[in-house]
């Protein structure tokens, strides 16, 4: 009789070719997305006189450089943009890779749209050259971001060597409250167990609260599973993650969809599977969380106070929360809701989806933005699907700029950037010093609660909106 397996060992022995003396795996990729900053690998390959083994497996995607005003690129755009967004589309081009580029109407942040076009589906080892991969294991899929060189390797022979890593279960017992997202989830288990508090870890993210949210959601929650120090998270497939699959472009259609749902259902954890760690928090536990510092685990629900350095029992704890505070402008014991912003951000891999876009919207409906900011749709068809649902109007009505897709102002290499000095409500995913522009202030939130930091101007509970 079998041994009870884990999700993640169902997945990752599927794609186990053999394995090295060294413990190491060889695996097979079954999806390999390449975005602008791929162009090292294409260059190595080209030098070795190599081509792509599977451009069908190969999906090109413009992102990080994209601008967000599309209007008379020349003009606008830096020529280092342009470049390498022009770089993406010559090596999708000679290689035979399906690129979603500048003049596709499905272009989207890689993370976005992989899941949107039926290209993430259970069961799949999927990578990509950004750490953000990590998104597409909602779907019960390993998927996680590799270097340089790995990308080389995986255009070269659509394998990779890694070594197995060990197995965390997070489970958030009982219901969200109100007012409370996946985001918060995250910002919170993070909080708990520090930025390296999972390292060396795939975390499947199980109970309750989990089963109870949307794809969306999941996308949202296994996005920052790299932020805490996790090689991915994984969400077992179940009915939620079927019907989101249904009718997806590049997904199984009809009845091979009904017959991969079947095997797809059976990608569980067994009873009495062990994990190498347990991890169990309270879904009463979390609270709507911002964070103060210049990392995601710097967080705290919004009704605390900023940490004090002279109260950390550790030298090296004091001297990381008095950094922190310098950097971020902020005094010991100032109260969260009397940090005042300078301008909001809603867009990312993280939350530019059409969920999240209706989750701001909601809150700003008929109010004004007290502050500038900016909102970036996911995916050119979040964008459309927005404007449908005329959650442009809300946002243009409020006072903030509808932009196209990209991922804009999360890493301030496209020409979105948070002037120095200035304090951003954000939904990105990294709040790390100048992430967002140099010298740029990050609070990162969720979506409903940078709308409601853009209606007061200051950090605030959107519960008591």
Same mark, same amino acid.
Not at 168 to 196: F, H, N, P, Y
């Given at each position: 009789?079998?041994?009870?397996?884990?999700?993640?060992?169902?997945?990752?022995?599927?794609?186990?070719?053999?394995?090295?003396?060294?413990?190491?795996?060889?695996?097979?990729?079954? /999806?390999?997305?390449?975005?602008?900053?791929?162009?090292?690998?294409?260059?190595?390959? *080209? $030098?070795?006189?190599?081509?792509?083994?599977?451009?069908?497996?190969?999906?090109?995607?413009?992102?990080?450089?994209?601008?967000?005003?599309?209007?008379?690129? /020349?003009?606008?755009?830096?020529?280092?943009?342009?470049?390498?967004?022009?770089?993406?589309? %010559?090596?999708?081009?000679? @290689?035979?890779?399906?690129?979603?580029?500048?003049?596709?109407?499905?272009?989207?942040?890689?993370?976005?749209?992989?899941? $949107?076009?039926?290209?993430?589906?259970?069961?799949?080892?999927?990578?990509?050259?950004?750490?953000?991969?990590?998104?597409?294991?909602?779907?019960?899929?390993?998927?996680?971001?590799?270097?340089? +060189?790995?990308?080389?390797?995986?255009?070269?022979?659509?394998? &990779?060597?890694?070594?197995?890593?060990?197995?965390?279960?997070?489970?958030?017992?009982?219901?969200?409250?109100?007012?409370?997202? !996946?985001?918060?989830? *995250?910002?919170?288990?993070?909080?708990?167990?520090?930025? %390296?508090?999972?390292? =060396?870890?795939?975390?499947?993210?199980?109970?309750?609260?989990?089963?109870?949210?949307?794809?969306?959601?999941?996308?949202?929650?296994?996005? &920052? +599973?790299?932020?805490?120090?996790?090689?991915?998270?994984?969400?077992?497939?179940?009915?939620?993650?079927?019907?989101?699959?249904?009718?997806?472009?590049? =997904?199984?259609?009809?009845?091979?969809?009904?017959?991969?749902?079947? %095997?797809?259902?059976?990608?569980?954890?067994?009873?009495? !599977?062990?994990?190498?760690?347990?991890?169990?928090?309270? !879904? %009463?536990?979390?609270?709507?969380?911002?964070?103060?510092?210049?990392?995601?685990?710097?967080?705290?629900?919004?009704?605390?106070?900023?940490?004090?350095?002279?109260?950390?029992?550790?030298?090296?704890?004091? @001297?990381?929360?008095?950094?922190?505070?310098?950097?971020?402008?902020?005094?010991? =014991? @100032?109260?969260?809701?009397?940090?005042?912003?300078?301008?909001?951000?809603?867009?990312? #891999?993280?939350?530019?989806?059409?969920?999240?876009?209706?989750?701001?919207?909601?809150?700003?409906?008929?109010?004004?933005?007290?502050?500038? =900011?900016?909102?970036?749709?996911?995916? +050119?068809?979040?964008?459309?699907?927005?404007?449908?649902?005329?959650?442009?109007?809300?946002?243009?009505?409020?006072?903030?700029?509808?932009?196209?897709?990209? #991922?804009?102002?999360?890493?301030?290499?496209?020409?979105?950037?948070?002037?120095?000095?200035?304090?951003?409500?954000?939904?990105?995913?990294?709040?790390?010093?100048? /992430?967002?522009?140099?010298? +740029? /202030?990050?609070?990162?939130?969720?979506?409903?609660?940078?709308?409601? !930091?853009?209606?007061?101007?200051?950090?605030?509970?959107?519960?008591? &909106?």
């Amino acid at each position: 009789m079998a041994q009870p397996s884990t999700l993640f060992d169902k997945v990752w022995d599927a794609h186990e070719i053999l394995r090295g003396d060294d413990g190491r795996s060889l695996l097979w990729v079954d /999806r390999h997305f390449v975005h602008e900053g791929s162009f090292h690998a294409f260059t190595a390959l *080209a $030098e070795r006189g190599r081509k792509v083994v599977r451009p069908d497996l190969t999906f090109g995607v413009a992102d990080h450089y994209v601008p967000t005003i599309r209007t008379d690129l /020349r003009r606008n755009s830096e020529p280092r943009i342009l470049d390498m967004v022009r770089q993406l589309r %010559d090596n999708a081009s000679s @290689q035979g890779i399906h690129l979603f580029g500048l003049d596709d109407p499905r272009q989207g942040i890689v993370h976005v749209v992989g899941p $949107e076009q039926g290209l993430t589906l259970p069961g799949l080892l999927m990578v990509c050259g950004d750490s953000h991969t990590s998104t597409h294991g909602a779907f019960g899929s390993i998927a996680f971001g590799i270097g340089a +060189s790995d990308v080389a390797h995986v255009l070269a022979t659509q394998t &990779l060597w890694q070594m197995r890593p060990k197995r965390m279960r997070l489970t958030i017992e009982g219901s969200l409250g109100s007012g409370v997202s !996946a985001k918060d989830v *995250a910002l919170t288990w993070i909080r708990k167990l520090g930025a %390296d508090g999972a390292r =060396g870890h795939v975390i499947e993210y199980a109970g309750e609260a989990i089963r109870a949210m949307s794809m969306e959601a999941r996308l949202t929650l296994c996005n &920052l +599973s790299i932020e805490g120090g996790a090689r991915y998270g994984m969400v077992a497939p179940d009915d939620t993650t079927i019907a989101y699959l249904r009718d997806r472009p590049w =997904g199984p259609q009809g009845s091979d969809l009904d017959a991969a749902a079947e %095997d797809w259902l059976e990608l569980r954890t067994d009873e009495g !599977a062990t994990f190498d760690r347990d991890v169990v928090i309270s !879904a %009463d536990e979390i609270a709507p969380t911002v964070t103060w510092g210049v990392s995601p685990e710097e967080a705290l629900p919004i009704d605390e106070t900023v940490p004090d350095p002279a109260a950390a029992t550790e030298r090296d704890k004091a @001297q990381q929360i008095s950094d922190s505070l310098d950097y971020m402008g902020l005094t010991p =014991g @100032q109260k969260l809701t009397d940090v005042w912003i300078d301008r909001v951000f809603i867009g990312s #891999c993280t939350n530019a989806r059409i969920e999240d876009l209706r989750a701001a919207a909601a809150i700003l409906k008929g109010r004004r933005s007290r502050v500038p =900011g900016l909102v970036s749709p996911g995916s +050119s068809l979040v964008k459309r699907q927005a404007e449908e649902e005329g959650l442009d109007r809300i946002f243009i009505e409020a006072g903030l700029e509808w932009r196209e897709s990209g #991922c804009s102002m999360c890493v301030g290499m496209n020409g979105d950037r948070v002037p120095s000095g200035e304090r951003c409500a954000s939904t990105t995913n990294r709040n790390f010093r100048g /992430r967002q522009g140099p010298g +740029s /202030r990050t609070h990162l939130m969720s979506p409903s609660m940078v709308a409601a !930091a853009a209606v007061t101007g200051h950090l605030s509970d959107v519960r008591t &909106l």
